[in-house]
């Protein structure tokens, strides 16, 4: 199994002062092993990247708030999801595994929402977990019964061969990673136009994220400026940003956490338009106001 990066040492705190409230809207949380055995057949395997880590790292930054996903590493079984919002407390969520809806019962998912889950990812094929239509289908029908919402990784080449999964949805769907639209393309991209119109319609959210990965330039990643600054242009209010640590299946070295919020002011433009990112809508969309 390959042997990925680790996530990055020595952070250090982005140039500006976060608002208050601020939001991670998506860390992942690894290990350590011998108490969160990865699943069966898993496609890959992280570094101990534990709870305490990261919340030290948001202590850094300045985040006050954040939602842990649930890695397809441990497939259906959420120990580490459940724990970790155990020991975060109140002011984090967490974003299931879409699999947990079709290989646990009710009693399981309740424990889910009761400790703070309110939405669950369907990830990327090439990761190993997929779902037949009825399947996908009955856990829409669940997603909406319970209030959460549906969150899609797409494809590492953009998620236009996805689309068919979620672009008729009624319920709050969450986009990750820009949709993995290709900056190079600028507004002639069929993901980024695809982004545009989702995010018009009200129910569609874009998270900021996978800078690093997105970036053919590499740092200071000037070639995702104008991909971001347009998704925020076509609706601000629908817009979150997420670190996503310990940035999972990186070849390369991973960033600095205090860089990439950097980025997002480059992005946002204004202390008000950061403060919608990091604050008010992920206050929206995962319940930190109920």
């Not at 993995?180 to 982004?195: V, W, Y």
Request: aromatic fraction near 8%.
């Amino acid at each position: 199994m390959t042997q990925y990066q680790h996530f990055h040492t020595h952070p250090t705190a982005p140039a500006q002062r976060l608002p208050p409230g601020a939001c991670d809207s998506q860390f992942h949380v690894f290990g350590p092993a011998d108490r969160y055995p990865v699943r069966p057949g898993a496609a890959y395997e992280m570094p101990s990247a534990t709870i305490e880590t990261v919340l030290a790292l948001h202590r850094l930054l300045g985040i006050e708030r954040g939602v842990i996903v649930q890695a397809t590493t441990y497939g259906a079984d959420h120990q580490v999801v459940l724990d970790g919002l155990a020991t975060a407390g109140p002011s984090y969520r967490g974003c299931a595994n879409a699999v947990v809806l079709a290989e646990r019962d009710d009693a399981y998912i309740q424990k889910l929402h009761d400790a703070g889950v309110r939405g669950a990812r369907f990830t990327r094929q090439g990761l190993g977990i997929s779902m037949a239509p009825a399947v996908f289908e009955r856990s829409i029908a669940r997603i909406r019964e319970l209030g959460w919402y549906a969150k899609f990784q797409p494809e590492p080449d953009g998620m236009m061969a996805q689309i068919g999964q979620f672009e008729s949805l009624d319920i709050p769907v969450l986009l990750d990673h820009m949709g993995r639209a290709d900056p190079r393309a600028g507004a002639s991209d069929p993901t980024r136009r695809k982004l545009e119109s989702l995010l018009a319609r009200g129910n569609f959210w874009v998270m900021l994220s996978l800078t690093e990965k997105l970036s053919r330039a590499g740092e200071p990643w000037d070639d995702v400026i104008p991909l971001a600054q347009a998704l925020i242009a076509a609706n601000p209010d629908r817009v979150v940003w997420g670190s996503d640590w310990p940035h999972p299946v990186s070849v390369q070295a991973t960033p600095d956490e205090g860089r990439l919020l950097d980025q997002l002011a480059r992005y946002a433009g204004d202390d008000a338009t950061v403060r919608k990112i990091l604050v008010d809508n992920p206050a929206r969309l995962f319940g930190f106001d109920e």
